[in-house]
């Protein structure tokens, strides 16, 4: 019995030293992109053609259960670009009452450049409505611009994003996700933000940056080359990124605001949010890791992988391996050292990625994100863990009605109450360092009620922003 519970200790603590390694090569390139900026990179630079593009953009619109009067204040917006050559495909799928579809189809009859579609039993949630969209797009098209239901772009949005293409012979370009009534939840509006500061903008120096799903436009041709919007992923912008990036395409991220969208209207809908994005690109990035790195292009591995892994979190293998510690206290008092040292391994890991979120929001000069960071710890941490063994990963949608109740006791919630109770047991045991840093991590109980408050204050004014266009 002895033997069989040190080698479970021994396996323990090898499975903390990968989790602790995978964080610290993800890690790594973030510190140095925060501290050192690439030479060479250009932000802020997007031009207009000195006269019209001839170039036929269609502009695609996933819709699911959409409340119309958002999908139509995106169409109003889009009405009122200033570029000739394009059209707007409104693919609804799956929205089961007509009630909810029919005034977005009132809207877009009679205008010649909106195209409204309503298809039911449309499978592959996103990816298989985009792809529809490439079946029915106007057969001139030279590029695919794609934006969520929500985004209401600027004018200039079309001019911009297609100077960029042609003028740096891109095959695709991406703009910055921004959000309306932000300053009412900045903290939130900068944390997501630091991805595209931290990963999209070293990434496009390295010539290897992915799209993120909106405010994208992409080469028609590039698209079909690439056999259209993959709908095994939950992430589709991440997995056709991918097989750009390995086809040779190149791509830019431009860093102007060009459009705005809804953030989520509650802290449900951000762990939603962020435990599909986390998920889904492990899902991507381990499905290309099986057909070999050395497959790969030699430009930007890191940078891609550093995408794919952006939202990850490496709290949850630390805490299991405390928790087994635990479990195994009296019955392994005499094994040897093995299972103390586990709980010291584990602590220590803990503890470095609690202080790596503490370092990198100071650094960064937003020490406000660090309560939003806190407070995704456990869906960050738990979302892409289930990847390992191919888990089934469903397409959550980020809701755009908040729930009734103020605050909802979630997965967050009971784990950090685990934690919490683990803290306890271990400081009366005597084993202080683990009880304080497990405390620490539970801080989540603290500030997911704050998050939560910020998002649905920004919703109230997302809500005084929203109005019906006739």
């Not at 973030?30 to 990179?41: E, I």
């Not at 293998?317 to 093995?338: S, Y």
Request: charged share 15%.
């Amino acid at each position: 019995m002895g033997r069989v519970l040190e080698i479970i200790g021994q396996f323990f603590i090898v499975i903390i030293f990968v989790n602790f390694a995978f964080f610290a090569m993800r890690t790594a390139p973030a510190f140095s992109w925060m501290f050192f900026k690439p030479t060479g990179q250009v932000l802020n630079t997007a031009r207009k053609t000195t006269g019209p593009s001839n170039k036929f953009v269609s502009v695609h619109l996933a819709v699911h259960d959409e409340p119309a009067d958002v999908v139509i204040a995106t169409l109003a917006a889009l009405r009122e670009l200033h570029y000739d050559n394009f059209e707007v495909l409104v693919i609804d799928n799956n929205t089961p009452l007509p009630a909810t579809w029919m005034p977005v189809s009132d809207y877009c009859h009679g205008n010649p450049r909106l195209r409204f579609f309503h298809f039911s039993d449309v499978q592959g949630a996103k990816a298989g409505a985009l792809n529809i969209a490439l079946r029915l797009m106007n057969p001139a098209t030279d590029y695919v611009a794609v934006i969520d239901a929500d985004y209401q772009v600027i004018p200039e949005f079309l001019e911009i994003a297609v100077a960029e293409c042609e003028q740096q012979a891109h095959q695709f370009v991406q703009f910055p996700q921004a959000y309306r009534a932000a300053d009412r939840a900045s903290a939130i509006d900068r944390e997501l933000s630091d991805y595209f500061a931290v990963y999209s903008s070293p990434a496009s120096h390295a010539g290897a940056m992915l799209p993120t799903g909106t405010l994208s436009l992409i080469c028609a041709a590039t698209l079909r080359k690439v056999g259209g919007w993959p709908t095994s992923s939950v992430t589709e912008d991440a997995e056709i990124g991918m097989r750009m990036w390995r086809l040779g395409a190149s791509g830019r991220y431009v860093d102007r605001v060009v459009g705005r969208g809804m953030l989520p209207l509650d802290l449900h809908g951000l762990r939603r949010q962020r435990y599909r994005w986390a998920a889904g690109n492990a899902r991507t990035l381990l499905s290309h890791l099986t057909s070999g790195v050395s497959e790969w292009p030699e430009h930007g591995r890191w940078s891609v992988v550093a995408q794919l892994t952006a939202w990850f979190g490496f709290a949850a293998v630390p805490l299991f391996a405390l928790a087994a510690a635990l479990a195994a206290h009296e019955i392994a008092r005499d094994v040897g050292p093995v299972w103390r040292g586990a709980e010291q391994f584990a602590s220590m890991s803990l503890l470095i990625v609690l202080m790596t979120l503490v370092v990198t929001a100071f650094a960064r000069g937003r020490p406000d994100t660090l309560p939003v960071k806190l407070a995704m710890l456990w869906t960050s941490s738990f979302a892409w863990l289930p990847q390992l063994w191919r888990s089934t990963t469903p397409f959550l949608r980020t809701p755009k009605v908040a729930t009734a109740l103020p605050f909802r006791v979630s997965l967050d919630t009971g784990v950090s109450l685990f934690a919490l109770i683990m803290a306890v047991a271990y400081i009366r045991l005597g084993h202080i360092f683990p009880g304080l840093v497990l405390g620490c991590s539970a801080s989540t109980l603290v500030f997911s009620p704050l998050v939560d408050s910020a998002l649905r204050l920004a919703a109230k004014g997302q809500d005084a922003g929203r109005q019906v266009f006739g």
